[in-house]
């Protein structure tokens, strides 16, 4: 199963780019599903139909699905949910109030990963296209797989045997109720949830692809997302600029912009180089319909396909030599400055500026020394020392 997800800065295009994606994909066969993780939903404005939580056809074998946060919350907290009620009922708050604070911050983006899983994994669809939140929010959701992984074989182990231990102590000190089981196992199954969708969208036939307008703070953005998505292990096949204007028949007025656009292409190019980069022209109005969005996104991709895999090993790599084994991460654009390194033990700890990311090496190299580390070529690379040299350290 083929799995894209489109992400960008807010405004740039891409629902359109990821709805006319999919209509392709649907064209050619595909039993294709377009999933919006974005809390202001817009595949609705821009198929021009009604969509609702579960998959609406809109084309042969093309369908579209909002996410519907209140009603998977219910679905897949309910436990976790009910705890926190008893707690707070327990300290006096009134019922309604409760239920407004029980809705965790960050709740409607694990949702969203968990109906992408729910999909992913029903083997209803042959294509995924994936309409994700703006770049800020797609990062943290993103990255939340990892994060939650590391708590759980970390915390959560000796967090549960204590409450255990200590429930009928700790209930009658604090006067509320303590969790049950079935709270720690809502979480455990949450936790299993997000590491299958991890592994669905970093596996070898997903990918992210990134759009943009020709703008100097949009490219930016869009060069700062592409190095955390593969600092998270993700794959970036391709770049959209949207809305470039054509160079010919241009006035005065839209000279001014066209050279204004030409010099952010230029540099869109080279930061993006050995990664397809599509232009989509300026268009009068938004495509709405299945028949524009195709239109759209056929003018965009020329002749290449839009499905076509991805090829490689993927933004992480061991490479073994006489010097050692290297560990590899793909970080475009990242400079050595913005890089902290350091050693837990049989885990690494990988700074890219604000995004941090805990890598459980493999056994192989858990009790192998750092002997050294450098950036080069838009890439970190740490060196393992070989058992026989016992060389300690390394910072890049």
């Given at each position: 199963m083929r799995t894209l997800l489109f992400t960008g800065k807010g405004g740039v295009g891409k629902t359109t780019a990821a709805a006319g994606t999919a209509t392709i994909a649907a064209a050619r066969g595909?039993?294709?599903?377009?999933?919006?993780?974005?809390?202001?939903?817009?595949?609705?404005?821009?198929?021009?139909?009604?969509?609702?939580?579960?998959?609406?056809?809109?084309?042969?074998?093309?369908?579209?699905?909002?996410?519907?946060?209140?009603?998977?919350?219910?679905?897949?907290?309910?436990?976790?949910?009910?705890?926190?009620?008893?707690?707070?009922?327990?300290?006096?708050?009134?019922?309604?109030?409760?239920?407004?604070?029980?809705?965790?911050?960050?709740?409607?983006?694990?949702?969203?990963?968990?109906?992408?899983?729910?999909?992913?994994?029903?083997?209803?669809?042959?294509?995924?296209?994936?309409?994700?939140?703006?770049?800020?929010?797609?990062?943290?959701?993103?990255?939340?797989?990892?994060?939650?992984?590391?708590?759980?074989?970390?915390?959560?182990?000796?967090?549960?045997?204590?409450?255990?231990?200590?429930?009928?102590?700790?209930?009658?000190?604090?006067?509320?109720?303590?969790?049950?089981?079935?709270?720690?196992?809502?979480?455990?199954?949450?936790?299993?949830?997000?590491?299958?969708?991890?592994?669905?969208?970093?596996?070898?036939?997903?990918?992210?692809?990134?759009?943009?307008?020709?703008?100097?703070?949009?490219?930016a953005e869009a060069r700062r997302s592409y190095t955390t998505l593969s600092l998270f292990g993700y794959r970036v096949d391709g770049v959209i600029a949207n809305r470039v204007f054509p160079e010919q028949g241009a006035d005065a007025w839209r000279e001014q912009w066209v050279a204004a656009q030409s010099r952010i292409l230029a540099d869109v190019h080279q930061s993006f180089a050995g990664v397809p980069i599509w232009l989509s022209s300026y268009r009068p109005s938004e495509p709405v319909g299945v028949d524009q969005l195709t239109d759209f996104a056929r003018a965009a991709y020329g002749d290449d396909d839009p499905l076509a895999t991805p090829v490689g090993q993927g933004p992480m790599t061991l490479q073994r030599s006489t010097a050692g084994t290297t560990l590899r991460l793909e970080l475009p654009f990242a400079e050595r400055s913005d890089i902290d390194l350091a050693r837990h033990g049989d885990e690494l700890v990988v700074t890219v500026g604000s995004y941090r990311r805990v890598l459980a090496l493999p056994a192989a190299l858990s009790t192998r020394a750092v002997a050294g580390a450098r950036v080069e070529h838009g890439a970190l690379q740490i060196r393992f020392a070989d058992p026989i040299e016992g060389t300690v350290g390394g910072h890049p």
């Open positions: 595909n039993r294709t599903l377009v999933l919006s993780t974005d809390a202001a939903h817009s595949l609705a404005d821009a198929f021009g139909v009604p969509i609702a939580a579960e998959p609406t056809e809109v084309e042969t074998k093309l369908y579209v699905s909002q996410v519907d946060a209140q009603r998977r919350f219910e679905r897949s907290w309910r436990e976790i949910q009910g705890y926190l009620l008893s707690v707070l009922d327990a300290a006096g708050v009134d019922p309604i109030t409760a239920e407004e604070l029980t809705v965790i911050p960050g709740a409607e983006e694990v949702l969203a990963l968990l109906e992408l899983r729910a999909h992913a994994t029903s083997g209803e669809w042959d294509v995924i296209v994936v309409d994700c939140a703006p770049t800020a929010e797609t990062l943290r959701l993103l990255a939340l797989p990892e994060a939650l992984g590391w708590y759980m074989d970390r915390v959560f182990p000796a967090e549960r045997r204590i409450v255990k231990a200590l429930k009928p102590i700790l209930t009658r000190a604090a006067g509320v109720p303590m969790p049950h089981d079935a709270v720690f196992d809502a979480v455990e199954r949450l936790h299993l949830d997000l590491e299958e969708v991890h592994q669905i969208l970093s596996g070898k036939d997903s990918s992210v692809r990134l759009v943009l307008t020709p703008e100097a703070v949009v490219l």
